[in-house]
């Protein structure tokens, strides 16, 4: 008998050479029925390995990130065997289980094609019926030479042939087809209950444009046909809600081949950017903060003061001016620095809060440009605090508060990870020890669960990263918190204690936008154009249904639009209907129709964004508080993947 640990700390007895799939059975039926894998002392295994010593062993289930990683690779190499049966003389690289997928890389003389995919699904189909099995064989490096040679998988002999010396090789078998691989697997091809061939692409061997470009096909793999469905809905939403083409649609922005990199905001954009903008400030000025401002070009040996030269300048751009070398910024805070160095500050001064609406430019080579995601131009809103080292916990539960509050009125859900020092970063040990110890200690006082991310933290400091959550489950990284005593002692920061000598501040770098460019792409898919209220462009459009009712629809912007309330009168000869629908397609949020009815008793027939075709009457005064009411609150409606 040896004994076994499980997940939850009991341990159980069990013969010696019990394989892990007994385990999950003996545990329980349910169990038994989702496994796909075992955990033996923190290696994945097959369930068909045997037990045969003491050890910690965690059953892997179907629906978990490693049992959805095990069903993929799987899948991966159900794909493989099929394309091997429909296109003879095939080669093959690698099939690896990837982000919500897998892929395989194909040396064939026959060119894949959009309906080969329908080809190679429907025979995928036809051998999860057969059932067959995924056998592994551990082989010596000459048999899997000798295998693999014979067969000309000169693709799988150079992986073979890279192995460390003491490495244990294995290859897998399920029907015909027989695979170099670690594992593991699923027991049986039967196992696989949801698939899809997605698309092809091109992919150089190993990544290396000296070698031969293969054929990949990209596919995904779900435990359930319905978790498969969900996905797919998600990725045709996610095309209807691309900020790019919404960006065009809704006339906020643009972007050029004069200009690849830098977006264009149109008039429309600038309203959505402005109250983005303005939303900051306020809730900054009530927070303590005070603004300013900082050059967007600066001498090169304040950037060799920093620390930017040696740790960022394949990112940044240069120009020269008399003679002398000047870079423009990619970041803010040494112009924070310089502006703090202006005055002499007392203990009594601090926390000083500064922010900056600032412009920043970083170079990003032109494949990974990608709207306004991905620009080489954008503002962060960023803010450096200035603090004694007495007041760190406090001033970083402060920003932690801000940032959860900013998230809370857009309606976003978010998780929190946690970056320490990377290779690449200047200090002592003893300084990050310490700003690590403060991350950790404020996110414990909020109660906050957060991932440690080992290493990827900035070159000055450790960080807290926010992640955000759209309504497709997508996760985009937005606000972060950096504890620095890096740059304080770059540039000299001092103030006068109480003691009266000088002694070194420590410094927060914060956004909570991040980029106000990439903050509206996200807001611009998360809300699929149908901005809330107070965000929208244009909040309400008045149409009239005849000319004769012009003068009542003017009479009425004029009211709104002294209100502050941003509103478009549509005059056009043009049917009632046609006008409707096309305010539907902009996303105005009120549409109000007035006629002779309307006219006659100050009302307007209200017509709301998304909520169908009957148009409620209201008075104009109950019309304006509703309006009022929703901007003042920031009413954001949750959005949702249904969303139509």
């Known amino acids: 008998m040896i004994k076994i640990t499980l997940k939850d700390g009991s341990v159980r007895e069990v013969e010696q050479g019990t394989t892990i799939a007994g385990l999950a059975a003996s545990i329980s039926r349910g169990l038994a029925k989702v496994a796909v894998a075992g955990k033996v002392n923190d290696e994945m295994k097959d369930l068909s390995c045997q037990l045969t010593e003491d050890a910690a062993v965690e059953i892997v289930t179907i629906d978990s990130d490693e049992g959805l990683d095990v069903l993929r690779h799987s899948t991966a190499h159900l794909m493989a065997e099929a394309v091997a049966n429909l296109f003879p003389g095939t080669k093959f690289g690698i099939g690896p289980s990837i982000a919500k997928g897998y892929y395989y890389d194909f040396d064939s003389e026959h060119v894949f094609t959009p309906e080969d995919l329908a080809s190679i699904e429907k025979e995928m189909s036809r051998l999860v019926k057969e059932k067959n099995e995924y056998k592994r064989r551990e082989v010596t490096r000459e048999e899997a030479l000798s295998h693999f040679g014979e067969l000309g998988e000169k693709y799988k002999v150079e992986l073979i042939e890279g192995l460390p010396e003491d490495a244990t090789i294995s290859m897998y078998t399920q029907g015909n087809f027989t695979d170099l691989c670690a594992g593991p697997h699923l027991p049986s091809t039967a196992n696989i209950k949801a698939f ?14 000296k070698n031969k470009m293969l054929q990949r096909i990209y596919g995904t793999a779900f435990a359930k046909p319905a978790d498969l469905e969900e996905h797919l809905f998600k990725l045709e939403e996610a095309k209807r809600r691309d900020h790019r083409k919404l960006g065009l649609e809704l006339d906020l922005f643009s972007l050029h081949e004069e200009g690849p990199g830098f977006p264009f905001f149109h008039p429309k954009g600038m309203i959505l950017r402005n109250e983005l903008e303005d939303f900051w400030r306020k809730e900054h000025r009530r927070r303590g903060y005070q603004e300013i401002k900082t050059p967007i070009i600066l001498n090169r040996s304040m950037w060799e003061q920093s620390g930017h030269w040696d740790h960022y300048k394949e990112n940044m751009y240069f120009t020269e001016i008399d003679d002398q070398d000047f870079a423009v910024k990619p970041m803010n805070c040494p112009g924070g620095m310089i502006m703090y160095k202006t005055k002499m500050h007392s203990y009594r001064d601090l926390p000083l809060r ?158 909570v936008y991040g980029s106000i460019e990439r903050f509206i792409a996200l807001l ?121």
């Not at 404020?442 to 669960?449: P, Q, S, T, V």
Request: aromatic content about 10%.
């Open 354 to 511: 500064v922010g900056e609406l600032g412009l920043v430019h970083r170079h990003e080579l032109s494949g990974a440009l990608h709207g306004l995601l991905r620009v080489r131009n954008f503002t962060q809103d960023d803010a450096h605090i200035f603090m004694l080292p007495s007041q760190i916990k406090e001033e970083l539960i402060g920003v932690i508060e801000l940032v959860d509050y900013f998230y809370k009125v857009f309606g976003f859900d978010y998780h929190v990870e946690l970056s320490t020092r990377p290779e690449d970063s200047m200090g002592s040990d003893e300084d990050w020890e310490t700003a690590t110890r403060s991350l950790q200690e404020a996110l414990e006082e909020k109660g906050i669960e957060y991932k440690v991310n080992p290493g990827d933290g900035a070159f000055y400091g450790p960080k807290i990263d926010f992640h955000v959550e759209d309504c497709l489950d997508r996760t985009w990284q937005c606000g972060t918190i950096q504890l620095d005593f890096q740059m304080p002692e770059k540039f000299d920061l001092s103030y006068i204690g109480e003691d009266g000598q000088k002694h070194r501040p420590v410094m927060i770098h914060r956004v």
């Open 524 to 644: 611009t898919e998360h809300y699929a154009g149908a901005f809330p209220v107070w965000l929208a462009p244009v909040q309400v459009r008045i149409l009239p249904i005849s000319e004769r009712h012009h003068e009542y629809a003017k009479s009425l912007a004029s009211r709104l639009n002294d209100l502050d309330i941003r509103v478009e009168t549509d005059e056009r000869k043009e049917k009632i209907s046609y006008k409707i629908r096309e305010a539907q397609t902009e996303k105005v949020p009120f549409t109000l129709v007035v006629g002779d009815q309307e006219a006659e008793s100050n009302m307007a027939a209200v017509r709301r964004y998304g909520q169908g075709d009957a148009g409620e009457k209201m008075s104009v005064d109950a019309f304006i508080a509703l309006v009022q009411e929703e901007i003042a609150s920031k009413k954001a409606l949750k959005a949702t993947s249904k969303e139509k």
């Open 196 to 209: 899809k061939l997605m698309s092809l692409a091109g992919a150089y061997w190993r990544g290396s444009e």
